[in-house]
């Protein structure tokens, strides 16, 4: 692939979540970076200030799981799909790009990932008076029953006129989906692959 690097041998890279499609932070790859990346299956950049190869997350630990490698049109500029674990930013922010100026139609759709990850973490780190976490302790019985309750809410909710009735119940209904994924271990990202699939 005849890859584009400027006039100092670098081609912007883009981090994106694979899950969530959140952008989360723009970096710099030389040619050895991109090999590394390939090679390893982590993300590696190179550093324009330092002058040198850096591997993401080597001294915090917030490393770059590479899922996918894509190009732009041009091949100036390469996307990496990327599973984050932990922080993106150095500033403690899991993405870069916190800075709002306007709030993006759609936002709100990518927000279920942010709630996963919540969710992820009631999982592996329970608090106590946390009805999520009370939900993993009580175990599947109790979270599929919730599901159930929860349907049969949005399903009454339907028949009636009232919006906001209906959307109060679905986001009830999603948060307790959310639960049931987490604890069997299935993730949206293995949901949206599969509806990607019949669709295509």
């Known amino acids: 692939m005849d890859i584009k690097f400027d006039e100092r041998g670098l081609i912007c890279a883009i981090a994106q979540d694979a899950e969530s499609g959140d952008v989360l932070m723009q970096a710099y790859m030389n040619e050895e970076a991109l090999q590394k990346t390939l090679e390893t299956g982590y993300a590696h950049y190179w550093s324009r200030s330092r002058k040198c190869l850096w591997k993401k997350g080597e001294t915090s630990g917030h490393v770059q799981k590479v899922k996918g490698i894509?190009?732009?049109?041009?091949k100036d500029c390469v996307l990496l799909s990327i599973e984050q674990t932990g922080a993106a930013c150095h500033t403690g922010s899991r993405s870069c790009f916190f800075n709002v100026e306007k709030e993006e139609e759609g936002a709100g759709v990518r927000f279920l990932s942010e709630l996963a990850r919540v969710i992820d973490d009631r999982k592996q780190h329970?608090?106590?008076?946390?009805?999520?976490s009370y939900l993993f302790e009580k175990g599947i019985d109790k979270i599929a029953k919730k599901m159930g309750?929860?349907?049969v809410e949005t399903v009454i909710a339907s028949k009636n006129d009232k919006k906001e009735e209906l959307v109060g119940e679905v986001a009830d209904l999603l948060y307790h989906l959310l639960v049931l994924l987490r604890e069997k271990e299935v993730t949206l990202f293995d949901v949206c692959s599969e509806l990607k699939a019949r669709h295509s």
Not at 126 to 132: D, K, L, M, Q, R
Request: contains cysteine; glycine residues 6%; negative net charge.
């Open 70 to 74: 894509t190009f732009d049109c041009d």
């Open 126 to 132: 329970p608090e106590e008076g946390s009805y999520t």
């Open 149 to 151: 309750e929860e349907a």
